[in-house]
């Protein structure tokens, strides 16, 4: 019964993530195509900014209920607090930063000096989208932990297709720019969040009020983490916001596109968050050490395969992005092995953060290293051209890699217990 249930969720998973990734593929790479380079570098640029912020705005308070509730996960009613404790804290956050948001954007944009029009709806579009991506992340997180994967998939894949279709539909009304790629993005974001708000919510039992104890207790949990979760917010899209600062609008546009290569690790980092954290998360410490060491030992391999692949034969990858950007060849292979490392990165993340092993001194370390390297790279490189842009986010990649190997080895050295119990002492005056 045990293996019959695991085929099921693993096979759902790959079916459902399947359909939906290719259904994003397929739409992301239709607009790589389809937009002008200066259509496609608003989208993107309002797409990246969005991303950063809206990890912002998370910071890690929805991946707080899987690792909280652990074995017991048939509590309908803890599940529900937490959910609601992740709910308050990522809203109140939405509301506080905001405006703040609105203000950074603006200016990045004003160095392209595009029109008002185009600026207020791109503003909208990633106001929209920060708001429901808030109800996206906290509702998955019930349908991830009871494996009703079906219910997170199906509408996502519906609404993912319907969009795809409007798209094809304006390009050849002559419609499709980046303001409205940019709505439709946002528009699909709200439909996700209306659907997995009505699904999350019936395999719980939704408390009655705000309790501030689940509150503080999330943030315990959370607190050595978050400035890590700061940092990634910005270190996510740094290269993007580096070269449109540095460089022009069509390395802007180039950094995007190679950035859609990407995603064909997307489908893997989803399946360490719906398959891999609550495994992990439920597993007896006798069979942690080799399930771990398997799980990396398998990513590596085949990641091996493919990076031989992408620095022999660019072609195909290039073809999946057009024929705008064919001159990008030499730096295809840099690009797929920055995507390994940051997979690698999160796929050991994912298993520590399982394990509740989140403390200071991993956090103070890799925002110290990664600022390190950055500031490196910069100085002596600099960050003027697409090839920079890339090589500096395979520096940074490859730093978060060794230092989550390192938090990795730290973790099993000291055993099970919480290694966040520096943080008792700075919620103190909370919790009177």
Same mark, same amino acid.
């Given at each position: 019964m045990r293996w019959s249930r695991i085929i099921s969720v693993v096979t759902g998973f790959l079916f459902?993530?399947? +359909? #939906?990734? &290719?259904?994003?593929? /397929? *739409?992301?790479?239709?607009l790589v195509r389809a937009l002008s380079v200066e259509h496609y570098a608003q989208f993107?640029?309002?797409?990246?900014?969005?991303?950063?912020?809206?990890l912002l705005m998370d910071l890690g308070y929805t991946s707080t209920i899987?690792?909280?509730?652990?074995?017991?996960?048939?509590?309908?009613?803890?599940?529900?607090?937490?959910?609601?404790?992740?709910?308050?804290?990522?809203?109140?956050?939405?509301?506080?930063?905001?405006?703040?948001?609105?203000?950074?954007?603006?200016?990045?944009m004003h160095k392209h000096h595009w029109s008002w029009p185009t600026q207020t709806v791109l503003v909208l579009s990633v106001l929209l989208s920060l708001y429901a991506s808030g109800p996206v992340s906290y509702y998955s997180a019930p349908l991830f932990l009871y494996g009703r994967l079906r219910e997170f998939y199906v509408p996502q +894949? #519906?609404? &993912?297709?319907?969009? /795809? *279709?409007?798209?094809?539909?304006?390009?050849?009304?002559?419609?499709?720019?980046?303001c409205t790629a940019a709505g439709l993005n946002a528009l699909n974001t709200l439909f996700n969040a209306i659907i997995l708000r009505k699904?999350?919510?019936?395999?719980?039992?939704?408390?009655?009020?705000?309790?501030?104890?689940?509150?503080?207790?999330?943030?315990?949990?959370?607190?050595?983490?978050?400035?890590?979760?700061?940092?990634?917010?910005?270190?996510?899209?740094i290269s993007l916001f580096l070269i449109n600062a540095f460089g022009q609008?069509?390395?802007v546009a180039e950094v995007a596109a190679l950035g859609r290569l990407a995603q064909i690790f997307l489908a893997l980092t989803t399946f360490n968050l719906i398959i891999i954290e609550p495994r992990i998360a439920r597993l007896k410490r006798e069979r942690l050490l080799s399930t771990y060491l398997q799980l990396i030992l398998i990513a590596c391999v085949f990641f091996l395969l493919v990076v031989v692949l992408a620095f022999a034969f660019p072609a195909p990858f290039l073809w999946l992005i057009g024929p705008k950007y064919k001159n990008l060849g030499p730096i295809v292979?840099?690009?797929?092995?920055?995507?390994?490392?940051?997979?690698?990165?999160?796929?050991?993340?994912?298993?520590?953060?399982?394990?509740?092993?989140?403390?200071?001194?991993?956090?103070?370390?890799?925002?110290?290293t990664l600022i390190l390297v950055d500031i490196c790279f910069v100085a002596f490189f600099g960050v003027r051209d697409t090839r920079h842009a890339i090589l500096f986010t395979l520096a940074s990649s490859f730093s978060a890699l060794c230092i989550h190997s390192y938090?990795?080895?730290?973790?099993?050295?000291?055993?099970?217990?919480?290694?966040?119990?520096?943080?008792?002492?700075?919620?103190?005056?909370?919790?009177s």
């Open positions: 459902g993530q399947g +359909t #939906l990734q &290719g259904i994003n593929v /397929l *739409a992301a790479l239709f993107s640029l309002a797409f990246g900014f969005q991303t950063a912020v809206s899987i690792p909280l509730v652990g074995e017991r996960h048939n509590d309908r009613a803890r599940v529900g607090s937490y959910l609601r404790a992740a709910k308050h804290l990522r809203d109140s956050a939405f509301w506080i930063l905001s405006p703040f948001a609105v203000i950074a954007f603006l200016a990045i +894949t #519906l609404s &993912g297709v319907a969009r /795809l *279709a409007v798209y094809v539909g304006l390009r050849i009304l002559g419609g499709l720019n980046a699904r999350g919510r019936q395999y719980v039992e939704w408390p009655g009020r705000n309790e501030p104890e689940v509150n503080r207790e999330v943030l315990k949990y959370i607190l050595p983490a978050i400035p890590t979760f700061i940092f990634a917010a910005f270190q996510s899209q609008t069509i390395n292979g840099w690009v797929v092995l920055t995507g390994c490392f940051n997979y690698l990165a999160n796929l050991i993340w994912i298993m520590n953060r399982a394990r509740r092993w989140i403390f200071w001194r991993g956090t103070i370390l890799e925002i110290v938090i990795g080895v730290y973790g099993f050295i000291n055993g099970e217990r919480n290694l966040s119990e520096s943080s008792s002492s700075i919620l103190k005056p909370l919790r």
